[in-house]
Nanobody
Framework: HLQASGGGLVQAGGYLRLSCAASGRAYSSHVMGWFRQAPGKEREFVASIRWGAGTTYYANSVKGRFTISRDSAKNMVYLQMNSLKYEDTAVYYC??????????WGQGTEVTVSS
C-alpha cells in the first residue's frame, strides 16, 4: 500500500516536497518511483530510487530541480521539487517496482503551479 501526499498550489519558481508512505517490508532490490500525469497527457516517469543502494534516476525535464530520496527507517520516499514550472502541473503518483514493472501505485497527489 502506497500513500502519496504533499501536493498543493504553488507559484512558479516555488517548491514543494511530496511524500510517499509505503506499508510492508521494503527490500534492497525494490525501486520506488514517482510519475506524473498532466491533464490531457499520458503518465510519465519523473524519478526513481533503488531502495537499498539509493541509486537515483531522473527524467531530463526535472534533472537538477527535483531530488528523490528515501528514509528506510520510516519506509518513506520523498520528492523535493524546486524551481517549479507551470509545466510541472500534474497529478503525481508514487509507485513500487519489485522485479520488472511498477505494479503497486499510490492514489496520487495534485500539484498545481501557477505562472
Amino acid at each position: 500500500h502506497l500513500q502519496a501526499s504533499g501536493g498543493g498550489l504553488v507559484q512558479a519558481g516555488g517548491y514543494l516536497r511530496l511524500s510517499c508512505a509505503a506499508s510492508g517490508r521494503a527490500y534492497s532490490s525494490h525501486v520506488m518511483g514517482w510519475f506524473r500525469q498532466a491533464p490531457g497527457k499520458e503518465r510519465e516517469f519523473v524519478a526513481s530510487i533503488r531502495w537499498g543502494a539509493g541509486t537515483t534516476y531522473y527524467a531530463n525535464s526535472v534533472k537538477g530541480r527535483f531530488t528523490i530520496s528515501r528514509d528506510s527507517a520510516k519506509n518513506m520516499v520523498y520528492l523535493q521539487m524546486n524551481s517549479l514550472k507551470y509545466e510541472d502541473t500534474a497529478v503525481y503518483y508514487c509507485a513500487l517496482k519489485k522485479v520488472v514493472t511498477y505494479d503497486y501505485w499510490g492514489q496520487g497527489t495534485e500539484v498545481t503551479v501557477s505562472s
